[in-house]
């Protein structure tokens, strides 16, 4: 069984998304994953998504209610075969818990979008309903190229390590 921890900031926008996404088109493909979130900050320990997240997620059909955040730990390089970082900047911050030795695959999740390498799912927060509509429709395309991957054996593409 394969594994994936999608990582952002907050834990509370953006990775929550991705997890209920994926979990969604994992579960319609009839894969058994282990699929997860969390954040490298620790401000929304315990909290529910973004009540903005989880109007995008439900207004394509994604339930993220009951998703609740937390911070990042050393042994999750160890628990997951894939971890899906947003941004340079989560990249960058999950080294604070890197160990020096690892197996995890750690990509960006445009990695897995068609010409999209290299590229960030921007950080929401502070902006408006339209930046939440933008984020899922990345999201979505990450998820669906990232499953897609997994599938066909192909997840070493983009910036794995
Ligand atoms: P996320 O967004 O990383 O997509 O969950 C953020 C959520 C909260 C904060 C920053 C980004 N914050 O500064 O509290």
Redesign the pocket.
């Given at each position: 069984m394969s594994s994936v921890l999608f990582v952002?900031?907050?834990?509370?926008?953006?990775?929550?998304l991705a997890e209920g996404v994926f979990r969604q088109l994992a579960g319609a493909a009839g894969l058994d994953l282990l699929i997860d979130s969390a954040?490298t900050?620790d401000?929304?320990i315990g909290h529910a998504p973004?009540p903005r997240?989880q109007a995008v997620a439900a207004r394509h059909g994604v339930d993220i209610s009951g998703l609740r955040?937390r911070q990042l730990t050393a042994d999750d390089f160890s628990r997951f075969a894939h971890i899906i970082v947003?941004d340079d900047s989560?990249r960058e911050n999950i080294r604070a818990w890197e160990p020096e030795r690892h197996e995890a695959r750690v990509n960006l999740l445009l990695d897995f979008v068609p010409g999209r390498a290299g590229e960030a799912v921007p950080?929401?927060?502070y902006g408006g309903p339209e930046d939440f509509e933008e984020?899922y429709r990345l999201v979505r395309a990450g998820a669906e190229g990232l499953l897609r991957a997994i599938v066909g054996g192909g997840v070493a593409a983009g910036q794995a390590e």
């Open positions: 952002c900031l907050g834990n509370i926008c953006r990775s929550p954040g900050g401000w929304h973004d997240s955040a947003m989560n950080d929401p927060y984020t």
